[in-house]
């Protein structure tokens, strides 16, 4: 699959995707029992939406890791949906009432969350630069050539 391709099938997903979930959203709002049932729906629909670009933005990093022959599409996945998994989260929890207690271990917990989402896409874009592990190498490597070293 070329870069130009994979942006294209993206593209041609995506769109529709939102669009689905707009048009759904327009479909259940009238449907809603008042604020609290009106503010879950929107709520939802936004993670929705933010599920399919976090899934553009995805394929846009694996495309220009096709185009330009270097990267850490994989690593990029990660930070892209950690970042979203958290942060819907946070919004899922957070209340206006909360004591200022509550709101420091919220905001605390969901930090070190972020962090750990920066440890594991640090490990794996490491992993992705380092040669012997990359899977991209690996591909453009004929088998059993003489002129190969093993790994070690």
């Known amino acids: ?7 294209t099938v993206t593209a ?12 759904h959203l327009a479909l259940v ?16 629909h936004g993670i929705a939406l933010a599920a399919v670009l976090g899934i553009a933005l ?15 599409p994989v690593a990029d996945t990660i930070a892209i949906a950690g970042s979203l998994v958290v942060l819907a989260h946070l919004a899922w929890v957070w209340r206006d009432g909360f004591l200022p207690d509550e ?19 640090l490990i794996v874009r490491a992993v992705e630069l380092d040669d ?17 070293e093993p790994l070690p």
Not at 1 to 7: D, E, V, Y
Not at 31 to 40: S, Y
Not at 103 to 121: E, S
């Open 103 to 121: 709101q420091v271990a919220v905001t605390a917990g969901h930090l070190l969350a972020l962090a750990g989402v920066v440890a594991a896409t």
């Open 58 to 72: 995805a394929a846009g990093r694996f495309a220009m890791r096709l185009e330009r022959g270097y990267g850490t």
């Open 1 to 7: 699959m070329t870069p130009s391709s994979l942006r």
């Open 132 to 148: 012997r592990f990359t899977l991209f190498q690996r591909l453009k490597q004929p088998v059993n050539s003489g002129d190969i």
């Open 12 to 23: 041609a997903a995506a769109v529709p995707a939102a669009l689905v979930i707009v048009l």
């Open 29 to 44: 709002w009238n449907g809603a029992n008042g604020f609290a049932d009106r503010r879950h729906i929107a709520f939802a």
